[in-house]
């Protein structure tokens, strides 16, 4: 089993910046996929950062590309993900997840956190 902890979530202003941070401990597994997930108030939970074993394989969706970074420190068993020129509609509970297959639908990803919020002001 994997459990995940984010932290790092918060109220910010539009412009500013968070780095959100999951740590990962447990049974570790081959492919170690790590995604940070986003979801609203009544809409869908969305990707919005995949990251590979290696870091040699992102991924972002136009939503945040730009503006988002996903990275990992292996040794630290820790997942990263700065959000900076934060917008009102990043608004979300972000949340932390792992898995083995490289991909950016919540159905491949067995373990999740219990997400952090973040608040972006207008």
């Known amino acids: 089993q994997v459990q995940l902890v984010e932290s790092g979530g918060g109220l910010v202003q539009a412009g500013g910046s968070l780095r959100l941070s999951c740590a990962a401990s447990?049974?570790?597994?081959?492919?170690?996929?790590m995604g940070w997930f986003r979801q609203a108030p009544g809409k869908e939970r969305e990707g919005v950062a995949t990251i590979n074993w290696s870091s040699a394989n992102t991924y972002y969706p136009n939503s945040v590309k730009g503006r988002f970074t996903i990275s990992r420190d292996n040794a630290k068993n820790t997942v990263y993900l700065q959000m900076n020129s934060l917008k009102p509609e990043d608004t979300a509970v972000y949340y932390c997840?792992?898995?083995?297959?490289?991909?950016?639908?919540?159905?491949?990803?067995?373990?999740w956190g219990q997400g952090t919020q973040v608040t972006v002001s207008s």
């Open positions: 447990g049974r570790t597994f081959s492919a170690n996929i």
């Open positions: 997840a792992a898995g083995s297959r490289y991909s950016t639908n919540r159905n491949d990803y067995d373990y």
